[in-house]
Protein backbone atom coordinates (compact mmCIF):
# COMPACT_ATOMS: atom_id res chain seq x y z
CA UNK A 1 0.00 0.00 0.00
CA UNK A 2 1.60 3.33 -1.24
CA UNK A 3 2.05 5.93 1.37
CA UNK A 4 1.25 9.93 0.24
CA UNK A 5 4.39 11.92 0.16
CA UNK A 6 5.05 14.80 2.29
CA UNK A 7 5.27 17.89 1.01
CA UNK A 8 6.96 21.21 1.41
CA UNK A 9 6.36 24.24 -0.22
CA UNK A 10 8.85 27.67 -0.23
CA UNK A 11 8.16 30.92 -1.68
CA UNK A 12 10.27 34.01 -2.00
CA UNK A 13 8.22 36.37 0.17
CA UNK A 14 4.79 36.87 1.50
CA UNK A 15 5.08 40.43 2.16
CA UNK A 16 2.47 41.50 -0.83
CA UNK A 17 -0.32 40.03 -2.30
CA UNK A 18 0.35 39.89 -6.56
CA UNK A 19 0.09 37.27 -9.06
CA UNK A 20 3.27 35.09 -7.91
CA UNK A 21 1.85 34.82 -4.31
CA UNK A 22 -1.94 33.72 -6.38
CA UNK A 23 0.02 30.59 -7.63
CA UNK A 24 1.72 29.96 -4.12
CA UNK A 25 -1.95 30.07 -3.08
CA UNK A 26 -2.88 27.35 -5.24
CA UNK A 27 -0.21 25.32 -5.19
CA UNK A 28 -0.86 25.10 -1.18
CA UNK A 29 -4.33 24.63 -1.75
CA UNK A 30 -3.62 21.24 -3.41
CA UNK A 31 -1.40 20.40 -0.55
CA UNK A 32 -3.13 22.06 2.53
CA UNK A 33 -0.82 19.89 4.59
CA UNK A 34 1.95 21.27 3.32
CA UNK A 35 4.09 24.35 5.67
CA UNK A 36 5.63 27.22 3.10
CA UNK A 37 8.43 28.39 4.01
CA UNK A 38 9.19 32.08 2.98
CA UNK A 39 11.91 34.76 3.77
CA UNK A 40 9.18 37.18 4.93
CA UNK A 41 5.72 37.03 6.14
CA UNK A 42 3.29 39.70 6.86
CA UNK A 43 -0.70 38.55 7.21
CA UNK A 44 -1.63 42.21 6.81
CA UNK A 45 -0.61 41.63 3.37
CA UNK A 46 -3.53 38.84 2.88
CA UNK A 47 -6.38 40.58 4.70
CA UNK A 48 -9.55 40.93 2.73
CA UNK A 49 -8.43 38.01 0.54
CA UNK A 50 -9.00 34.09 0.91
CA UNK A 51 -5.38 33.22 0.72
CA UNK A 52 -3.62 31.08 3.09
CA UNK A 53 -6.33 30.80 5.39
CA UNK A 54 -4.84 28.15 7.92
CA UNK A 55 -1.39 28.05 6.19
CA UNK A 56 1.33 26.84 8.40
CA UNK A 57 3.41 29.77 7.28
CA UNK A 58 7.50 29.01 8.73
CA UNK A 59 10.00 32.26 8.21
CA UNK A 60 12.16 33.27 10.34
CA UNK A 61 11.17 35.16 13.86
CA UNK A 62 13.07 38.86 12.52
CA UNK A 63 11.02 38.28 9.20
CA UNK A 64 7.81 39.26 11.20
CA UNK A 65 8.67 42.08 12.48
CA UNK A 66 7.59 45.54 10.84
CA UNK A 67 10.74 47.47 10.31
CA UNK A 68 11.82 44.08 8.32
CA UNK A 69 9.21 44.86 5.85
CA UNK A 70 10.63 48.68 5.52
CA UNK A 71 13.82 47.37 4.77
CA UNK A 72 13.94 43.83 3.48
CA UNK A 73 15.34 44.99 0.28
CA UNK A 74 18.44 45.75 2.07
CA UNK A 75 19.26 42.80 3.22
CA UNK A 76 18.72 40.61 -0.16
CA UNK A 77 22.38 39.14 -0.17
CA UNK A 78 21.16 37.08 3.03
CA UNK A 79 17.88 35.39 1.13
CA UNK A 80 20.16 32.97 -0.59
CA UNK A 81 21.97 31.79 2.71
CA UNK A 82 18.09 31.69 4.48
CA UNK A 83 16.97 29.45 2.06
CA UNK A 84 19.94 27.03 1.76
CA UNK A 85 20.03 26.60 5.13
CA UNK A 86 16.19 25.07 4.92
CA UNK A 87 15.83 21.81 6.68
CA UNK A 88 13.65 20.01 3.96
CA UNK A 89 15.11 16.54 4.84
CA UNK A 90 11.46 15.13 5.83
CA UNK A 91 9.60 15.90 3.07
CA UNK A 92 9.65 13.71 0.30
CA UNK A 93 8.68 16.91 -2.15
CA UNK A 94 9.81 20.41 -2.34
CA UNK A 95 7.68 22.39 -4.62
CA UNK A 96 9.17 26.10 -5.08
CA UNK A 97 7.55 29.13 -6.06
CA UNK A 98 10.20 31.63 -7.11
CA UNK A 99 11.10 34.71 -8.67
CA UNK A 100 14.31 35.09 -6.79
CA UNK A 101 15.62 32.59 -3.61
CA UNK A 102 13.37 30.04 -3.52
CA UNK A 103 14.60 27.55 -5.77
CA UNK A 104 17.85 27.75 -3.96
CA UNK A 105 16.73 25.26 -1.07
CA UNK A 106 19.37 22.38 -0.92
CA UNK A 107 17.09 18.35 -1.21
CA UNK A 108 18.45 15.13 -0.81
CA UNK A 109 19.08 12.49 -4.21
CA UNK A 110 16.30 11.06 -2.67
CA UNK A 111 13.49 13.80 -2.32
CA UNK A 112 11.84 15.70 -5.44
CA UNK A 113 11.91 19.28 -6.19
CA UNK A 114 9.65 20.76 -8.69
CA UNK A 115 10.59 24.34 -9.17
CA UNK A 116 7.87 27.09 -10.69
CA UNK A 117 9.86 29.75 -12.00
CA UNK A 118 8.01 32.68 -12.46
CA UNK A 119 10.90 34.75 -14.27
CA UNK A 120 14.81 34.66 -13.30
CA UNK A 121 15.41 37.33 -11.19
CA UNK A 122 14.16 40.44 -12.92
CA UNK A 123 17.02 42.68 -11.03
CA UNK A 124 20.09 40.37 -12.12
CA UNK A 125 19.08 40.07 -15.78
CA UNK A 126 18.44 43.29 -17.07
CA UNK A 127 14.84 43.65 -16.93
CA UNK A 128 12.48 46.55 -15.16
CA UNK A 129 12.19 46.34 -12.00
CA UNK A 130 10.35 48.67 -9.16
CA UNK A 131 13.70 50.35 -7.80
CA UNK A 132 15.55 52.75 -9.90
CA UNK A 133 18.80 52.40 -7.44
CA UNK A 134 20.80 50.59 -9.81
CA UNK A 135 20.38 54.11 -12.10
CA UNK A 136 22.00 56.02 -8.75
CA UNK A 137 25.66 56.56 -8.85
CA UNK A 138 26.44 56.23 -5.78
CA UNK A 139 24.57 52.80 -5.54
CA UNK A 140 25.33 51.34 -8.91
CA UNK A 141 29.21 50.32 -8.14
CA UNK A 142 28.00 48.52 -4.59
CA UNK A 143 25.37 47.19 -6.52
CA UNK A 144 27.10 45.78 -9.73
CA UNK A 145 29.17 43.66 -7.19
CA UNK A 146 26.70 42.21 -5.39
CA UNK A 147 24.86 41.57 -8.41
CA UNK A 148 27.65 39.50 -9.91
CA UNK A 149 27.61 37.89 -6.85
CA UNK A 150 24.24 37.06 -6.63
CA UNK A 151 23.91 36.28 -10.35
CA UNK A 152 26.45 33.55 -9.72
CA UNK A 153 24.64 31.72 -7.07
CA UNK A 154 21.27 32.25 -9.23
CA UNK A 155 22.73 29.88 -11.66
CA UNK A 156 24.39 27.33 -9.81
CA UNK A 157 21.05 27.62 -7.98
CA UNK A 158 19.00 26.66 -10.40
CA UNK A 159 20.74 23.18 -11.49
CA UNK A 160 19.51 21.86 -7.98
CA UNK A 161 15.61 21.57 -9.00
CA UNK A 162 15.08 18.16 -10.38
CA UNK A 163 12.11 19.98 -12.69
CA UNK A 164 11.44 23.56 -13.93
CA UNK A 165 7.94 24.77 -14.68
CA UNK A 166 7.05 28.31 -15.66
CA UNK A 167 4.41 30.56 -16.33
CA UNK A 168 5.02 31.79 -20.48
CA UNK A 169 7.03 31.55 -23.21
CA UNK A 170 8.36 34.76 -22.45
CA UNK A 171 10.16 33.02 -19.33
CA UNK A 172 10.74 29.75 -20.86
CA UNK A 173 13.29 31.75 -22.66
CA UNK A 174 14.96 33.16 -20.39
CA UNK A 175 15.52 30.02 -18.70
CA UNK A 176 17.04 29.01 -22.07
CA UNK A 177 19.36 31.48 -22.02
CA UNK A 178 20.22 32.23 -18.70
CA UNK A 179 20.00 28.38 -16.81
CA UNK A 180 20.54 26.28 -20.06
CA UNK A 181 17.55 24.10 -18.69
CA UNK A 182 14.01 23.60 -20.32
CA UNK A 183 11.07 24.40 -18.13
CA UNK A 184 7.62 23.20 -18.66
CA UNK A 185 5.17 26.10 -19.03
CA UNK A 186 1.81 25.64 -16.85
CA UNK A 187 -0.10 28.86 -17.78
CA UNK A 188 -1.19 30.60 -14.49
CA UNK A 189 -4.56 32.21 -14.12
CA UNK A 190 -6.32 35.11 -13.32
CA UNK A 191 -7.28 35.54 -9.94
CA UNK A 192 -10.54 37.94 -8.95
CA UNK A 193 -11.92 37.63 -5.42
CA UNK A 194 -15.21 35.33 -6.29
CA UNK A 195 -17.65 37.12 -4.09
CA UNK A 196 -17.13 40.60 -6.14
CA UNK A 197 -16.84 39.02 -9.77
CA UNK A 198 -20.94 39.86 -10.15
CA UNK A 199 -20.31 43.94 -8.88
CA UNK A 200 -22.37 45.78 -10.66
CA UNK A 201 -20.59 48.17 -13.00
CA UNK A 202 -18.93 51.51 -12.57
CA UNK A 203 -20.53 53.05 -15.53
CA UNK A 204 -19.01 55.92 -17.81
CA UNK A 205 -17.46 54.98 -20.91
CA UNK A 206 -13.65 55.29 -19.35
CA UNK A 207 -10.38 53.32 -20.42
CA UNK A 208 -8.79 51.78 -17.33
CA UNK A 209 -5.06 51.15 -15.79
CA UNK A 210 -4.94 49.08 -12.45
CA UNK A 211 -1.56 48.45 -11.76
CA UNK A 212 1.16 49.41 -8.87
CA UNK A 213 2.30 52.76 -8.99
CA UNK A 214 6.00 51.88 -10.50
CA UNK A 215 7.68 53.91 -13.37
CA UNK A 216 8.27 50.88 -14.98
CA UNK A 217 4.78 49.71 -15.45
CA UNK A 218 4.18 53.44 -17.18
CA UNK A 219 0.96 54.84 -16.33
CA UNK A 220 2.33 58.19 -16.84
CA UNK A 221 2.35 57.25 -20.40
CA UNK A 222 -1.56 56.35 -20.66
CA UNK A 223 -2.06 59.58 -18.26
CA UNK A 224 0.10 61.58 -20.82
CA UNK A 225 -2.35 59.91 -24.09
CA UNK A 226 -5.59 60.14 -22.45
CA UNK A 227 -4.85 63.74 -21.95
CA UNK A 228 -3.65 64.54 -24.88
CA UNK A 229 -6.65 62.17 -26.75
CA UNK A 230 -9.27 64.18 -24.39
CA UNK A 231 -10.39 60.88 -22.87
CA UNK A 232 -11.86 59.48 -19.76
CA UNK A 233 -9.32 57.65 -17.66
CA UNK A 234 -9.65 56.12 -14.15
CA UNK A 235 -6.08 55.24 -12.63
CA UNK A 236 -6.42 52.38 -9.77
CA UNK A 237 -3.26 51.26 -7.54
CA UNK A 238 -1.18 52.07 -4.62
CA UNK A 239 2.50 52.11 -4.69
CA UNK A 240 5.44 54.64 -3.85
CA UNK A 241 4.75 56.73 -7.08
CA UNK A 242 1.59 57.78 -6.71
CA UNK A 243 1.57 60.94 -5.75
CA UNK A 244 3.98 61.50 -9.10
CA UNK A 245 1.28 60.40 -10.87
CA UNK A 246 -1.57 62.61 -9.33
CA UNK A 247 0.79 65.88 -10.14
CA UNK A 248 1.25 65.06 -13.77
CA UNK A 249 -2.65 65.09 -13.67
CA UNK A 250 -2.55 67.95 -12.55
CA UNK A 251 -0.11 69.74 -14.17
CA UNK A 252 -0.92 68.46 -18.12
CA UNK A 253 -2.06 70.86 -20.33
CA UNK A 254 -6.20 71.13 -19.76
CA UNK A 255 -8.49 68.46 -21.85
CA UNK A 256 -11.80 67.77 -22.49
CA UNK A 257 -11.17 64.41 -20.64
CA UNK A 258 -11.80 63.50 -16.93
CA UNK A 259 -8.94 61.26 -15.30
CA UNK A 260 -9.18 59.96 -11.93
CA UNK A 261 -6.22 58.94 -9.90
CA UNK A 262 -8.31 56.77 -7.34
CA UNK A 263 -4.85 55.33 -5.39
CA UNK A 264 -5.58 52.06 -4.44
CA UNK A 265 -8.65 49.94 -4.11
CA UNK A 266 -10.37 47.29 -3.11
CA UNK A 267 -11.35 43.97 -4.90
CA UNK A 268 -15.06 44.80 -4.74
CA UNK A 269 -14.19 48.24 -6.60
CA UNK A 270 -11.87 46.79 -8.75
CA UNK A 271 -14.14 44.09 -10.36
CA UNK A 272 -16.59 47.46 -10.85
CA UNK A 273 -14.26 49.10 -12.77
CA UNK A 274 -13.34 46.29 -14.53
CA UNK A 275 -16.60 45.66 -15.31
CA UNK A 276 -17.85 48.78 -15.62
CA UNK A 277 -14.80 49.97 -18.27
CA UNK A 278 -14.43 50.74 -22.00
CA UNK A 279 -11.37 48.94 -22.17
CA UNK A 280 -8.43 48.12 -20.05
CA UNK A 281 -4.60 49.66 -20.78
CA UNK A 282 -1.59 47.93 -19.80
CA UNK A 283 2.04 49.07 -21.38
CA UNK A 284 3.88 47.01 -18.74
CA UNK A 285 7.08 46.39 -20.16
CA UNK A 286 8.36 42.51 -20.55
CA UNK A 287 5.60 41.05 -18.34
CA UNK A 288 6.40 37.69 -16.99
CA UNK A 289 3.17 37.00 -17.98
CA UNK A 290 0.79 39.02 -17.35
CA UNK A 291 -2.42 38.70 -15.46
CA UNK A 292 -4.20 42.00 -15.38
CA UNK A 293 -5.56 41.77 -18.68
CA UNK A 294 -7.13 38.76 -18.24
CA UNK A 295 -8.88 39.93 -15.24
CA UNK A 296 -10.71 42.61 -17.92
CA UNK A 297 -11.16 40.38 -20.46
CA UNK A 298 -13.18 37.70 -17.40
CA UNK A 299 -15.61 41.06 -18.07
CA UNK A 300 -15.62 40.68 -21.42
CA UNK A 301 -13.46 43.82 -21.91
CA UNK A 302 -10.83 44.43 -24.63
CA UNK A 303 -7.03 45.44 -23.66
CA UNK A 304 -4.25 47.10 -24.96
CA UNK A 305 -1.28 45.59 -24.20
CA UNK A 306 2.72 45.82 -25.54
CA UNK A 307 3.53 43.30 -28.53
CA UNK A 308 6.23 41.53 -26.31
CA UNK A 309 6.43 39.85 -23.01
CA UNK A 310 4.45 36.92 -21.74
CA UNK A 311 1.39 38.98 -23.12
CA UNK A 312 1.87 37.03 -26.73
CA UNK A 313 0.96 33.97 -24.88
CA UNK A 314 -2.62 34.67 -25.19
CA UNK A 315 -3.48 38.02 -27.04
CA UNK A 316 -4.29 38.25 -30.47
CA UNK A 317 -4.44 41.69 -32.06
CA UNK A 318 -7.89 42.83 -33.16
CA UNK A 319 -9.09 39.70 -31.30
CA UNK A 320 -9.30 39.97 -27.81
CA UNK A 321 -7.64 43.87 -27.06
CA UNK A 322 -5.07 45.98 -29.63
CA UNK A 323 -0.97 45.67 -29.11
CA UNK A 324 0.64 49.10 -28.43
CA UNK A 325 3.94 49.25 -30.30
CA UNK A 326 6.20 51.48 -27.90
CA UNK A 327 5.99 51.76 -24.64
CA UNK A 328 5.41 55.94 -25.66
CA UNK A 329 2.60 58.24 -25.12
CA UNK A 330 3.05 58.07 -29.00
CA UNK A 331 2.65 54.31 -29.05
CA UNK A 332 -0.52 54.14 -26.52
CA UNK A 333 -2.30 56.75 -28.43
CA UNK A 334 -1.92 55.39 -31.17
CA UNK A 335 -3.52 52.16 -29.51
CA UNK A 336 -6.50 54.01 -28.71
CA UNK A 337 -7.48 55.38 -31.89
CA UNK A 338 -7.08 51.97 -33.34
CA UNK A 339 -9.27 50.75 -31.02
CA UNK A 340 -12.31 53.17 -31.75
CA UNK A 341 -11.83 52.26 -35.04
CA UNK A 342 -12.26 48.37 -34.69
CA UNK A 343 -14.84 48.96 -31.74
CA UNK A 344 -18.03 48.65 -32.98
CA UNK A 345 -16.73 45.56 -35.71
CA UNK A 346 -15.39 43.42 -33.05
CA UNK A 347 -17.55 41.22 -30.71
CA UNK A 348 -14.98 42.10 -27.78
CA UNK A 349 -17.44 40.59 -25.15
CA UNK A 350 -17.40 37.23 -26.59
CA UNK A 351 -13.86 36.87 -27.86
CA UNK A 352 -12.33 38.19 -24.46
CA UNK A 353 -14.24 36.26 -21.90
CA UNK A 354 -13.59 32.52 -24.18
CA UNK A 355 -10.11 33.79 -23.96
CA UNK A 356 -9.69 34.72 -20.27
CA UNK A 357 -12.05 31.22 -19.73
CA UNK A 358 -8.95 29.15 -20.79
CA UNK A 359 -7.10 30.52 -17.40
CA UNK A 360 -8.80 29.34 -14.58
CA UNK A 361 -7.63 28.52 -11.37
CA UNK A 362 -9.06 25.01 -11.49
CA UNK A 363 -7.50 24.55 -14.98
CA UNK A 364 -4.07 25.55 -13.38
CA UNK A 365 -4.13 22.93 -10.54
CA UNK A 366 -5.17 20.15 -12.00
CA UNK A 367 -2.49 20.45 -14.77
CA UNK A 368 -0.03 21.43 -11.98
CA UNK A 369 -1.52 18.42 -9.79
CA UNK A 370 -1.26 15.75 -12.50
CA UNK A 371 2.16 17.18 -13.43
CA UNK A 372 3.69 16.15 -9.55
CA UNK A 373 2.12 12.87 -9.26
CA UNK A 374 3.64 11.72 -12.23
CA UNK A 375 6.72 12.89 -12.33
CA UNK A 376 6.59 12.01 -8.24
CA UNK A 377 5.96 8.24 -9.87
CA UNK A 378 8.71 8.26 -12.41
CA UNK A 379 11.53 10.02 -9.96
CA UNK A 380 10.74 7.24 -7.58
CA UNK A 381 11.46 4.73 -10.93
CA UNK A 382 14.26 6.58 -12.53
CA UNK A 383 16.31 7.44 -8.92
CA UNK A 384 16.25 3.03 -8.74
CA UNK A 385 18.10 3.04 -11.44
CA UNK A 386 20.69 6.35 -11.73
CA UNK A 387 21.32 8.52 -8.04
CA UNK A 388 22.32 11.33 -9.93
CA UNK A 389 19.59 11.86 -12.69
CA UNK A 390 18.58 15.35 -13.33
CA UNK A 391 15.10 15.62 -14.86
CA UNK A 392 14.49 18.22 -17.81
Not at 257 to 282: Q, W
Amino acid sequence: MSTKPKVAITHDYLNAYGGAESVANAIWELYPDAPIYTALYDSKAFAGTDAFKGADIRCPRLAKHPLMHKFYKYLVPLYPLLFERLDLSSYDIVISSSANFAKGVRTRKEQLHISYIHTPPRFLYGYPTETSKRDIWYWKPVLKCVDFFLRKWDQEAAKRPDFLLCNSKEVQQRIRKFYKREAKIIPPFFSLCKKYEKSPAEMGGYYLIITRMSLYKNPDKVILACKELGKDLKVAGGGKELERFRKIVENAPFSEGKIEVLGFVSEERKAALLNGCRAFIYPVEYEDFGMAPLEAMHFGKPAMVLNQGGFKDYFVDGYNGVFIESPTVDGVKKAIERFEVLEKKVNWEKNCKETAGRYTRERFQEELGTYVNRKWGEFKEIRAVNPNFLGV
